[in-house]
């Protein structure tokens, strides 16, 4: 198997080398976070205070087209080293993946494995896409994201990021059949299908993802409309766009309907603004969260925990304990290659805030630099602040953090 899966990589780039209208990208990213871990946190007593981590990933992007049909391969190399710096739902700053566990195709292989490092290479994207007059069809390795999230993200359900995650460049893709078709009226269908393995390793419905999303312009807004089966439960959803003075506001409603016959209301409301304050650019926005599998209160331990939430957590479809939540936030620019990012986000049961500010450098088109500070503004027992860990008196998820993301594009 190994020698196969080796073979593949050298056939795929082999090919991708060769193709005359072929187009190659390249991305260097090297990420690193440094973490001061309060007295009562589990890590500290383990690792000690402060953590580091770091990763270094090369992402090679290969496009060819050929009259109607677009081939699309992408391969990452990427080293992860460190002290595993942990965090609570929701203070998750790098989604970096490293597997395929339960992805129909593994094309995950690592090269090298230690107590504080992992060498792995894998393909994030291995997809063909067919363009036939109104019809769309890709099918293979790639993403999807639907939603009109801001920071929440809860008519995303194939890896949405996290609200706190740095790099938002690539989101992680899926093994997928997603078939698109414009209809007369300007608006659009698609029907996507999204395979996954269960716990026994097996491809099965109940892993799956079968879905359809309506979209057409109403007036000078838009409005969507998803059905759907992820996993065993029923999702319905509804998307909406409309421009108010000169912001826009975008709004998402998603009723999931478990497979016991409870029913869960989730959503988002947000709303954003471009100005020009002093001769300098300032985009603001303010989203309001609603959870419908999050808890009132947190519980003394996580195995209390209603059990959807906790396969939401699980999977990466949520980063949040609790039912509602505040974010305001914006970016100046203090210089044409300068500009500054500020995030609160407000937990409105137990008061606790997250603040994430970023300094970001663009010295031309091919760079960019990031500096972060991430501060949970909180107690322990708070979701930011320190989430008791079942049977002491220990936390996860406090402690502030402070990052590097560099990129470079040729």
């Known amino acids: 198997m190994t020698r ?106 690592t090269l090298d494995d230690g107590d504080n490092h992992r060498l792995l290479h894998r393909f994030d994207r291995l997809a063909v896409r067919v363009r036939r007059g109104r019809w769309n069809v890709t099918a293979g390795r790639q993403a999807v994201s639907w939603g009109n999230g801001l920071v929440f993200q809860p008519l995303d359900l194939f890896n949405p990021f996290a609200p706190t995650t740095v790099d938002q460049d690539y989101k992680a893709g899926d093994d997928l059949l997603l078939v698109e078709r414009a209809l007369d009226a300007g608006g659009s269908v698609q029907v996507l299908a999204v395979a996954r393995r269960d716990d026994d390793d097996d491809v099965t419905a109940d892993a799956g993802s079968l879905a359809a999303k309506w979209h057409r312009f109403v007036g000078m807004g838009e409005l969507e409309l998803v059905a759907g089966r992820h996993y065993r439960d029923r999702v319905f959803g509804a998307a909406l766009r409309f421009p108010v003075g000169s912001a826009l506001m975008r709004s998402d409603l998603v009723a999931t309907r478990l497979d016991g016959g409870d029913w869960r209301l989730s959503g988002i409301l947000n709303l954003d603004y471009s100005l020009v304050l002093g001769q300098r650019n300032v985009y603001l926005f303010g989203e309001y969260f609603h959870n419908g599998f999050g808890v009132d209160r947190l519980p003394a331990t ?85 989430v008791p860990v079942m049977g002491t008196d220990l936390t996860v998820g406090g402690g502030t953090r402070a990052y590097l993301r560099w990129a470079y594009y040729f």
């Open 302 to 386: 996580p195995a209390a925990y209603p059990q959807p939430l906790t396969d939401r957590l699980g999977r990466g479809e949520l980063f949040n304990l609790m039912r509602d939540y505040l974010a305001l936030g914006g970016t100046i620019e203090w210089h044409p290659l300068w500009s500054q990012a500020l995030t609160l986000i407000g937990n409105l049961h137990d008061g606790s805030l997250l603040l994430q500010t970023q300094l970001s450098h663009e010295p031309g088109d091919h760079q960019r630099l990031e500096l972060g500070l991430v501060a949970p503004l909180g107690g322990p027992g708070d979701e930011f602040g320190g």
């Open 4 to 109: 196969y899966r080796q073979g593949l990589v050298l056939l795929l780039w082999a090919a991708a080398a060769a193709a005359p209208a072929a187009e190659l990208d390249v991305r260097l990213k090297y990420f690193a976070a440094l973490g001061w871990l309060p007295e009562e946190d589990l890590q500290r007593r383990s690792s000690g205070t402060p953590v580091f981590d770091d990763n270094l990933d090369l992402r090679l992007m290969f496009r060819h087209d050929a009259d109607d049909v677009t081939w699309i391969v992408d391969h990452s190399t990427t080293l992860v080293r460190g002290d595993g710096l942990g965090g609570a739902a929701g203070v998750t700053l790098d989604q970096t993946q490293l597997d395929d566990d339960r992805r129909l195709a593994d094309l995950t292989w």
